[in-house]
């Protein structure tokens, strides 16, 4: 049996109007158009807009909060990605702020440096000082980036049992408040490049030794030819001359003129091959010394070539080995050389004198000089003067030259005396000392 309906009696909302569905406008929610269809023309009754307006502010909330979250998922996995892709970077990183707040470091920093993570709570530069990361030394590149921009390649030296080295750099990051330090760990490539330098030097050494003892076995060897030139060649050629100029006398006519220029021949073969064994090695150097050999010399080149050369000597006493004396003599002819060649003058100086020690070999000129620092240094010295700077390094001793443009040229000479380490050119075991 129905029920009596009351005609005084509200209608209840849900009962009378049912919210067939809801949908999202630019304004908000807003009743559907089922629900609208449904009602037609009636009148909404109040009770039923206030419920649509509440369900309506609550889906809003409720999509502002999803908006939310969706931006904070984005920033976080932005972040993550960030971080995903700076851990995997092999120098070490780290951000701070303006206030010198760390605000992010990357896994190679924290292993380097052997610090803990930052556990989401910003900490000071300071808090992350220990004996391997040198606090006042990142202070200080802080100050530098702060004062004059960027900063690149600075040297940082970490100490203690695994000593590294460090490339920092800090650098402004553009559109924010936050700079970067760089940390790029060339421990190993300067390393390398000491091992590198080491064998290079080493291989350097080997060569001088090479080069000395090949310099040593030619002295030797043109000392040989020498004296078997002075002593066959060169009594064979004065004793021919001696025998014909016996039977000059008892010719005459054309047999005599004959035997004339036959002698003269041989004067000039016997001036020839006396030149030939000075310029292989001379016997002066090592019968008499370093002083009378370089008197010679000058007496060469005055007559060769127009050279006038002075050589003067304190007087001391400077005993030096065979190879030593043979060495600073070829020096002495090489600076010679180039005295002739570059210096544009017709005269020089050979100074010897003794120096604690050491002899020491003054060659000066006063020409047109050159510039110490260029390139044209390498064509001055010439091939043969820089292989004897290296056996005079060999022996102990050290060339040096002075110069300057249109002040000319000092090059200084200096070999210690009684030189141990310079063998002797006739291959006994003890040096064989010679008068100066």
């Given at each position: 049996m129905d029920e009596a309906v009351d005609p005084n009696q509200k209608p209840h909302a849900a009962a009378s109007f049912p919210i067939v569905g809801v949908g999202a406008s630019a304004g908000g929610l807003?009743?559907?158009?089922?629900?609208?269809?449904?009602?037609?023309?009636?009148?909404?009754?109040?009770?039923?807009?206030?419920?649509?307006?509440?369900?309506?502010?609550?889906?809003?909330?409720?999509?502002?909060?999803?908006?939310?979250?969706?931006?904070?998922?984005?920033?976080?996995?932005?972040?993550?990605?960030?971080?995903?892709?700076?851990?995997?970077?092999?120098?070490?990183?780290?951000?701070?702020?303006?206030?010198?707040?760390?605000?992010?470091?990357?896994?190679?920093?924290?292993?380097?440096?052997?610090?803990?993570?930052?556990?989401?709570?910003?900490?000071?530069?300071?808090?992350?000082?220990?004996?391997?990361?040198p606090s006042p030394a990142l202070q200080s590149l802080l100050e530098r980036l702060e004062a004059q921009g960027d900063v690149n390649e600075v040297r940082l030296e970490r100490r203690g049992i695994d000593p590294r080295v460090f490339l920092v750099g800090a650098h402004a990051i553009d559109g924010t408040n936050l700079n970067l330090l760089t940390f790029d760990d060339v421990t190993e490539a300067e390393r390398a490049k000491a091992v590198a330098e080491q064998k290079i030097v080493a291989y350097q050494e080997q060569l001088q030794h090479v080069a000395f003892d090949a310099a040593v076995m030619e002295e030797r060897e043109r000392r040989r030819i020498a004296i078997g030139l002075h002593d066959q060649m060169g009594q064979v050629l004065a004793l021919a001359q001696i025998k014909l100029t016996a039977v000059r006398g008892e010719l005459a006519g054309e047999p005599r003129t004959a035997i004339d220029e036959a002698i003269e021949l041989l004067k000039q073969a016997l001036s020839d091959a006396r030149t030939l064994i000075f310029e292989l090695s001379p016997p002066i150097l090592y019968d008499l010394g370093l002083k009378p050999a370089l008197a010679w010399l000058a007496d060469e080149f005055e007559k060769r070539h127009g050279l006038k050369v002075q050589v003067t000597d304190d007087g001391q006493d400077k005993p030096l080995a065979d190879a030593s004396k043979s060495v600073v003599f070829r020096a002495v002819r090489e600076l010679l050389m180039n005295v002739l060649k570059h210096a544009r003058v017709r005269s020089a100086t050979v100074a010897l004198s003794r120096s604690d020690d050491d002899c020491e070999v003054r060659v000066h000129d006063s020409g047109v000089g050159f510039d110490e620092g260029a390139a044209e240094i390498a064509s001055v010295a010439g091939f043969g003067l820089v292989s004897v700077r290296g056996q005079i390094r060999h022996l102990g001793g050290a060339v040096s030259v002075e110069s300057s443009p249109n002040n000319g040229t000092l090059a200084t000479i200096r070999v210690p005396l009684q030189a141990s380490r310079a063998p002797p050119l006739d291959g006994a075991s003890s040096i064989e000392r010679g008068t100066p």
């Open positions: 807003a009743p559907t158009k089922e629900l609208l269809h449904g009602l037609g023309d009636a009148p909404v009754p109040t009770a039923a807009n206030e419920e649509l307006r509440t369900v309506n502010d609550e889906m809003r909330e409720c999509n502002l909060d999803a908006t939310r979250l969706s931006d904070d998922l984005s920033n976080v996995l932005a972040r993550n990605y960030a971080q995903g892709v700076v851990d995997t970077v092999r120098g070490g990183l780290i951000v701070l702020d303006r206030a010198r707040k760390v605000v992010s470091i990357n896994k190679a920093f924290q292993r380097t440096f052997a610090v803990a993570t930052l556990e989401g709570a910003e900490r000071s530069l300071e808090t992350l000082e220990s004996s391997d990361l």
